[in-house]
């Protein structure tokens, strides 16, 4: 089965870090490029950040560019978001998603997401 | 404009068909992509590409673009398929992806 894993997620203070992590399983995590998308209570979703199968190519929303990282390790299967200087505004629930091959953008795997909390 | 801008609520009457828009200007460049999500669960993919459906989505969802604006068209709306509807595509600059606000379609 094709699934993705998040965890990672808890209560952090303003201005602390929190590491999310996605364990992938069921496909060829190495030849995927990954996503992470986040939803505010009650709120819309809203993309995070891109990295390329090999690493080589990463993005990030204008949102949290200089203070989040992402990173994989193919070995491990595994999708890291290093999230630093958290504000009230990162609080959200944290979703992992695969990019669907073929040349097509969407995101068609999700995982269930992990919670974030950033509050004093 | 990096935005995707979305009808708030759409409601439609069982069994009828239903649009739900999604409009900006990346639309002109680059396709939208439709994701479904109900209360508590992570968003699914419905609609990708031209028109393209995942597998285990039921035939009843289509996708359509003209100019600055992508649909998703419910033809027969089912009782479960009342949700929020988010469509998606990479913002003018190719290098960032921008979702719209959401609809939340309800089936009456």
């Known amino acids: 089965e094709v699934q993705l894993v998040e965890s990672g997620g808890g209560l952090v203070q303003p201005g602390g870090s929190l590491r999310l992590s996605c364990a992938a399983s069921?496909?060829?995590?190495?030849?995927?490029?990954m996503n992470w998308v986040r939803q505010a209570p009650g709120k819309g979703l809203e993309w995070v950040s891109y990295i390329s199968s090999s690493s080589s190519t990463i993005f990030f929303a204008d949102s949290v560019k200089g203070r989040f990282t992402i990173s994989r390790d193919n070995a491990k299967n595994s999708l890291y978001l290093q999230m630093n200087s958290l504000r009230d505004e990162d609080t959200a629930v944290y979703y992992c998603a695969r990019d669907k091959t073929g040349g097509v953008d969407a995101f068609d795997i999700w995982g269930q997401g992990t919670m974030v909390t950033v509050s004093s | 404009s990096s935005e995707l801008t979305q009808d708030p609520a759409v409601s439609v009457a069982l069994g009828q068909t239903v649009r739900i828009t999604c409009q900006g200007d990346?639309?002109?460049?680059?396709?939208a992509s439709w994701y479904q999500q109900k209360p508590g669960q992570a968003p699914v993919l419905v609609i990708y590409?031209?028109?393209n459906r995942p597998s285990g989505i039921p035939d009843r969802f289509s996708g359509s673009t003209s100019g600055n604006t992508a649909s998703l068209t419910i033809t027969g709306a089912q009782a479960e398929d009342e949700a929020d509807y988010y469509c998606n595509s990479r913002d003018s600059s190719g290098n960032h992806w921008v979702f719209g606000g959401g609809t939340k379609l309800t089936v009456l």
């Open positions: 590409g031209k028109n």
């Open positions: 069921g496909f060829t995590f190495s030849t995927y490029s």
């Open positions: 990346s639309l002109r460049s680059y396709y």
